[in-house]
């Protein structure tokens, strides 16, 4: 008898669960800055904006998203290359988002101020979901 060889239900499955157990993995391990912006930015806690944390968008995987405004919001660290990221930034904005970026050290000691910088630029953002 031959072989059973277990194919996959459609091409490129398990590059798409791959990816959903690398975003798992990114939410599981956020840094403290993630956590502490995600704690304020959940469950439409900033005036009622719905944001998802670790989303995909093209090739990106984007920290967190706030679709109706289409805004991204990035939180950096020390891994975060200015030209690796200007690229990404680029590609983003073409496809029609708006881009915020708040290194780790500034969300942790300015937690207030960004939240601030995020609601005045999600109220300036044409809404999306209409």
Same mark, same amino acid.
């Given at each position: ?6 194919? &996959? ?5 398990? *590059? ?25 930015? !959940?469950?439409?806690?900033? /005036?009622?904006?719905?944001?998802? !944390?670790?989303?995909?968008?093209? !090739?990106?995987? *984007? ?15 020390? $891994?975060?290359?200015?030209? *690796?990221?200007?690229? !990404? ?17 500034? *969300? ?16 300036? $953002?044409?809404? /999306? &979901?209409?």
């Amino acid at each position: 008898m031959g072989e059973v060889i277990e194919r &996959s239900p459609c091409v490129g499955c398990e *590059v798409m669960m791959d990816n959903r157990r690398f975003i798992q993995r990114l939410r599981a391990d956020m840094t403290e800055a993630e956590r502490r912006l995600w704690y304020h930015l !959940r469950d439409r806690r900033l /005036d009622g904006f719905k944001f998802r !944390r670790q989303q995909p968008i093209d !090739r990106f995987i *984007v920290d967190f998203l706030c679709v109706e405004r289409r805004l991204i919001v990035e939180v950096d660290g020390g $891994q975060h290359h200015p030209a *690796v990221d200007a690229e !990404r930034t680029a590609i983003l904005e073409t496809a029609g988002y708006f881009i915020l970026r708040f290194w780790n050290d500034e *969300v942790l000691r300015q937690t207030e101020a960004v939240l601030l910088r995020i609601l005045t630029t999600l109220r300036a $953002q044409p809404d /999306d &979901s209409a």
